[in-house]
C-alpha cells in the first residue's frame, strides 16, 4: 500500500521567507509523487508532479520539489512567499502508470505580511 | 475548456435523510471519481469510473453510499441514509485516463460541502 505524510498541518512564513512543505511517503513500488494546491472555497490543482524523469520538478507559480529516493522525501519549496500563496497544500502519491492517488492529509500555508 | 462542475455547492440535511450530488466531468475523460474530505484531512477516494465502468470502490460504504455513471458523462453519488459522519466536502474530479492520460493529473470540481445535523 501506498501513503503519504505531511509534516505539519499549519506552516506560518512571512512574505518573502522560505517557503518548506515536507512530505515523505511510503511506497513499495517506484511511485508517481504528485503536489496539488487548494485555494478556499475552490478545488485542488495541479502544482507539479514526479514521474520518474528529473528528480528536481518544477511547478506553476515558482514552486518547486525535489524527489529524493534516499530519503523517501517530496518536499516543496519556494524561494519567496507571497501573500497569493496561502493556501492548502497536499502531496499525493500513486503507482507508476496507474490513475488513483493516495493524498496526505494536507499542509495550510499562512503568509505574515 | 470548462472545468469539472458540481451542484449544488452547499447542502443542508438531518441525519437518516438522504442526498445526491451530481458531477459532470471535463468533456472528453474517461476517467471519473469521487472523493470524500472530511475536515481537516486530505481527500479519499470513494469510487474511481472508467467510462461508465466502476476501477474501485473499495472505500464506498456500499449499504449507504451508492455512485452511477451513465453513458459515461454525469455521475451522480447519493447518501441514503446520510450520518452525522458524512459531514464533510465530496469533490468529483476527472481525468484523460487510459494511455493517453498523464497519470495522476486530476481535474477538481468546486466541491459540495455537506453538512449533516
Known amino acids: 500500500a501506498q501513503s503519504v505524510t505531511q509534516l505539519g498541518s499549519h506552516v506560518s512564513v512571512s512574505e518573502g521567507a522560505l517557503v518548506l512543505l515536507r512530505c515523505n511517503y511510503s511506497s513499495s513500488v517506484p511511485p508517481y509523487l504528485f503536489w496539488y494546491v487548494q485555494y478556499p472555497n475552490q478545488g485542488l490543482q495541479l502544482l507539479l508532479k514526479y514521474t520518474s524523469a528529473a528528480t528536481l520538478v518544477k511547478g506553476i507559480n515558482g514552486f518547486e520539489a525535489e524527489f529524493k529516493k534516499s530519503e523517501t522525501s517530496f518536499h516543496l519549496t519556494k524561494p519567496s512567499a507571497h501573500m497569493s500563496d496561502a493556501a492548502e497544500y497536499f502531496c499525493?502519491?500513486?503507482?507508476?502508470?496507474?490513475?488513483?492517488?493516495?493524498f496526505g492529509q494536507g499542509t495550510r500555508l499562512t503568509i505574515n505580511p | 475548456e470548462a472545468g469539472v462542475a458540481q451542484s449544488p455547492r452547499y447542502k443542508i440535511i438531518e441525519k437518516r435523510q438522504s442526498v445526491a450530488f451530481w458531477c459532470n466531468p471535463i468533456?472528453?475523460?474517461?476517467?471519473l471519481y469521487w472523493y470524500q474530505q472530511i475536515l481537516g484531512q486530505g481527500p479519499k477516494l470513494l469510487i474511481q469510473f472508467q467510462n461508465n465502468g466502476v476501477v474501485d470502490d473499495s472505500q464506498l460504504p456500499k449499504d449507504r453510499f451508492s455512485a452511477e455513471r451513465l453513458k459515461g458523462v454525469d455521475s451522480t453519488l447519493k447518501i441514503q441514509p446520510a450520518k452525522l459522519e458524512d459531514s464533510a466536502v465530496y469533490l468529483c474530479?476527472?481525468?484523460?485516463?487510459?494511455?493517453?492520460?498523464?497519470?495522476?493529473?486530476?481535474?477538481f470540481g468546486p466541491g459540495t460541502r455537506l453538512t449533516v445535523l
Open positions: 499525493a502519491v500513486g503507482p507508476r502508470g496507474a490513475q488513483k492517488l493516495v
Open positions: 468533456s472528453g475523460h474517461a476517467t
Open positions: 474530479a476527472s481525468s484523460l485516463g487510459g494511455s493517453s492520460g498523464s497519470p495522476g493529473v486530476l481535474f
